[in-house]
């Protein structure tokens, strides 16, 4: 089956501590993005790549990071700069434009 | 310019009634236009999309109506059933902003049986 996985499904980070969360799709998709929504808000974006070893910034890129260097995976981590990373993550990816497609999230929790 | 307004916020509706739901943009150069619905806990799913070459797009119970001179698009959920109920956004796309999709805020829709 193509698609997107996300892990993990919750996560729990302790003030101070930086945490990864991975990003997967089987698309062959070229484009990948990670968008942070809160609750009873809509979607915001993190970051987005287009292609792989290249990736720009969204509209609330800091505290966060990510890489790409496999086509198949973009994993963004959350860092201890970002003050208020409770959340739910989203990834999704698309050929470059037109649907993209979701992932089922993960949802963040500081401690 | 590259906001997507969507309203209302929350919306109730009685089984088998008409859902409408508003989006107005300003930035002409969007020419790709989505709707997704998404459930509690879950990631968001492609409901229906247009582009501005049409006025009005249909799929089973769901119709996009687009207005381009009024820079708005609306989403019509015919016959409304509570399994409709969920999280509704739309979006727009723009090839001069890398295709990112922008989104609206959201729309909460309960269908009461």
């Known amino acids: 089956d193509g698609g997107i996985t996300q892990s993990p499904k919750y996560l729990f980070r302790k003030e101070g501590q930086n945490v990864t969360l991975s990003c997967e799709q089987n698309?062959?998709?070229?484009?990948m993005y990670w968008y942070r929504q809160d609750p009873g808000q809509g979607l915001r974006l993190i970051y987005y790549?287009?292609?792989?070893?290249?990736?720009q910034k969204g509209d609330i890129a800091e505290g966060y990071s990510v890489s790409r260097e496999k086509k198949e995976s973009f994993p963004l981590t959350v860092t201890s700069a970002q003050k208020n990373p409770t959340a739910f993550y989203l990834c999704?990816?698309?050929?470059?434009?037109?649907?993209?497609?979701f992932g089922p999230g993960t949802r963040l929790t500081v401690l | 310019q590259q906001q997507v307004k969507q309203s209302p916020q929350s919306l109730i509706v009685q089984k088998g009634g008409i859902s409408i739901i508003n989006c107005a943009y300003e930035?002409?150069?969007?020419?790709?236009f989505p709707w997704y619905q998404q459930f509690p806990g879950k990631g968001p799913a492609l409901l229906i999309a247009?582009?501005?070459?049409?006025s009005e797009k249909k799929e089973g119970r769901f119709t996009i109506s687009f207005n381009k001179s009024a820079k708005q698009f609306s989403l019509h959920i015919m016959d409304s059933q509570p399994g409709d109920s969920a999280t509704y956004f739309c979006?727009?796309?723009?090839?001069?902003?890398?295709?990112?999709?922008?989104f609206g805020s959201g729309t909460r829709l309960l269908v009461r049986p």
């Open positions: 790549s287009q292609i792989v070893n290249d990736f």
């Open positions: 698309l062959n998709h070229d484009a």
């Open positions: 979006a727009a796309e723009s090839p001069r902003s890398s295709y990112k999709l922008i």
């Open positions: 999704a990816s698309n050929i470059y434009s037109g649907e993209q497609f």
């Open positions: 247009i582009r501005p070459d049409v």
């Open positions: 930035n002409t150069a969007f020419d790709y």
